[in-house]
T-cell receptor
Framework: DTEVTQTPKHLVMGMTNKKSLKCEQH?????MYWYKQKAKKPPELMFV???????INESVPSRFSPECPNSSLLNLHLHALQPEDSALYLC??????????????FGAGSRLTVL | SQQGEEDPQALSIQEGENATMNCSYK?????LQWYRQNSGRGLVHLIL?????REKHSGRLRVTLDTSKKSSSLLITASRAADTASYFC???????????FGTGTRLKVLA
């Protein structure tokens, strides 16, 4: 299994709701990422977990709360979001290729709409 | 911002033609990677070039890297309608896990 699976594919939530995005991988990769992507823009890095510990937080507002329960799972907890947080949220993992470099493997994304 | 710039922003060509897109970046890198994204989907890794390499080929893809100019180009030869997608370069900041994407080129290949 070489996939990165994200659920749900689509999510609509109100500004007072609490919801979570989930990401699962079985590639044995030890780095996991959350990216946010607005329409016609590049993905923007939010968080990086390395060996299940948060290693990078790109000054993301606290209404986004990441969690890495184990090496296969990555969650993004959402609370009190704003309409401008509507975007495609991408999970990725990175593993080493034959050259020794890391490449990213992405999930299909979760399309979030905040009303 | 560390984000790289890509040009052109959009490119429309006929099937069978070659497509060239360029990426400029700002920091020292270990490697530069190119990814493709079909509309509204996840990104797919295409090719990686290390900082000590100048050119690399993979099928119909050719990538060049000029570290003195902090720039890279991706050439897709004999394009197909299925190549229609957005293409992004990505760089890592000196061995960290911090992969930063360029602004992207939207390629449309007309059948």
């Amino acid at each position: 299994d070489t996939e990165v699976t994200q659920t749900p594919k689509h999510l609509v939530m109100g500004m007072t709701n609490k919801k979570s995005l989930k990401c699962e991988q079985h590639m044995g990769h030890r780095a996991m990422y959350w990216y946010k992507q607005k329409a016609k823009k590049p993905p923007e890095l939010m968080f990086v977990y390395s060996y299940e510990k948060l290693s990078i937080n790109e000054s993301v507002p606290s209404r986004f709360s990441p969690e890495c329960p184990n090496s296969s799972l990555l969650n993004l907890h959402l609370h009190a979001l704003q309409p401008e947080d509507s975007a495609l949220y991408l999970c990725a993992t990175s593993g080493t290729v034959s050259s020794g470099a890391n490449v990213l493997t992405f999930g299909a994304g979760s399309r979030l709409t905040v009303l | 911002s560390q984000q790289g710039e890509e040009d052109p922003q959009a490119l429309s060509i006929q099937e069978g033609e070659n497509a060239t897109m360029n990426c400029s970046y700002k920091t020292s890198i270990n490697n530069l990677q190119w990814y493709r994204q079909n509309s509204g989907r996840g990104l797919v890794h295409l090719i990686l070039i290390r900082s000590n390499e100048r050119e690399k080929h993979s099928g119909r893809l050719r990538v060049t890297l000029d570290t003195s100019k902090k720039s890279s180009s991706l050439l897709i030869t004999a394009s197909r309608a299925a190549d229609t997608a957005s293409y992004f370069c990505a760089t890592d900041a000196s061995g960290t896990y911090k992969y930063i994407f360029g602004t992207g080129t939207r390629l449309k290949v007309l059948a």
